[in-house]
C-alpha cells in the first residue's frame, strides 16, 4: 500500500543553521505530495506541495523538489529561525482521496 | 475568509459513552475528511466525504461513523468509547479531490478537537 517514510526525529538545531528533512513515498501512481507543519496545540498547516514530478514547492523560505527517480521529496530551509520550531510532516495524495503522513520530525531551533 | 472549524476544542468522555464532533469547511469547499491522530499510531485516515456520500473509508470499526450535510457540515461519532479512542481528531476540507493524482489543491486542516476517554 501508499506509505511515507519520514527522516526521525528530534532534530535540534541554532537559528541560522540549515535544515534538512528527509522524506521518501511508495511510488504507486503518480501522488500529489506535500508538507505540513504542526505547531503546539495546533491542527496541521499546509507549509507547501508538488503536484508532478520535478515541480518544486516553496513557502517562508522552505523548500521541496518532487524528485520520482528517488521516490523523495526532502524539505530544506537555508536558514532556521526559532519561529520554526514544530512538527514537521510529510504526506502523499493518492486516488483514494486521502493523504497518508509520515510519522512526523519535532523540530527544535535554539537561539 | 474562515478556516476549518471544529468543535468542541475539547471533550472528556468516560468509557462507554459515545461523542460527536463537528466540522465547518471552508465556505465552498465540498469535501470533508477525519484523521485521528495520536502519539503511537501518528495520523491515520478515518473516512472522506464529498457532497453527503462518503466516498473512503479508514480501517477503523464501525464504532466511528460520521455524516455529511447538505451545506457541506461534517459530524463524526464515536459510539462505546474505549481508552484507546482518546486522541486529537482533525477535520480537514478541501474544493476538491485535493489528494488526487493531480488535484494538488491539498486540504485545509482545522485546530482538532482533543478527546479524552477516562
Known amino acids: 500500500g501508499n506509505s511515507v517514510t519520514q527522516m526521525e526525529g528530534p532534530v535540534t538545531l541554532s537559528e541560522e543553521a540549515f535544515l534538512t528533512i528527509n522524506c521518501t513515498y511508495t511510488a504507486t501512481g503518480y501522488p500529489s505530495l506535500f508538507w505540513y507543519v504542526q505547531y503546539p496545540g495546533e491542527g496541521l498547516q499546509l507549509l507547501l506541495k508538488a503536484t508532478k514530478a520535478d515541480d518544486k514547492g516553496s513557502n517562508k523560505g522552505f523548500e521541496a523538489t518532487y524528485r520520482k527517480e528517488t521516490t523523495s521529496f526532502h524539505l530544506e530551509k537555508g536558514s532556521v529561525q526559532v519561529s520554526d520550531s514544530a512538527v514537521y510532516f510529510c504526506?502523499?495524495?493518492?486516488?483514494?482521496?486521502?493523504?497518508?503522513f509520515g510519522s512526523g520530525t519535532q523540530l527544535t531551533v535554539l537561539p | 475568509k474562515a478556516g476549518v472549524t471544529q468543535t468542541p476544542r475539547y471533550l472528556i468522555k468516560t468509557r462507554g459513552q459515545q461523542v460527536t464532533l463537528s466540522c465547518s469547511p471552508i465556505?465552498?469547499?465540498?469535501?470533508v475528511s477525519w484523521y485521528q491522530q495520536t502519539p503511537g499510531q501518528g495520523l491515520q485516515f478515518l473516512f472522506e466525504y464529498f457532497s453527503e456520500t462518503q466516498r473512503n473509508k479508514g480501517n477503523f470499526p464501525g464504532r466511528f461513523s460520521g455524516r455529511q450535510f447538505s451545506n457541506s457540515r461534517s459530524e463524526m461519532n464515536v459510539s462505546t468509547l474505549e481508552l484507546g479512542d482518546s486522541a486529537l481528531y482533525l477535520c480537514?476540507?478541501?474544493?476538491?479531490?485535493?489528494?488526487?493524482?493531480?488535484?494538488?489543491?491539498?486540504?485545509?486542516f482545522g485546530s482538532g478537537t482533543r478527546l479524552t476517554v477516562v
Open positions: 465556505s465552498g469547499h465540498r469535501s
Open positions: 480537514a476540507s478541501s474544493l476538491g479531490s485535493g489528494a488526487g493524482p493531480r488535484g494538488g489543491y491539498g486540504y485545509t
Open positions: 504526506a502523499r495524495g493518492g486516488s483514494a482521496r486521502q493523504l497518508t
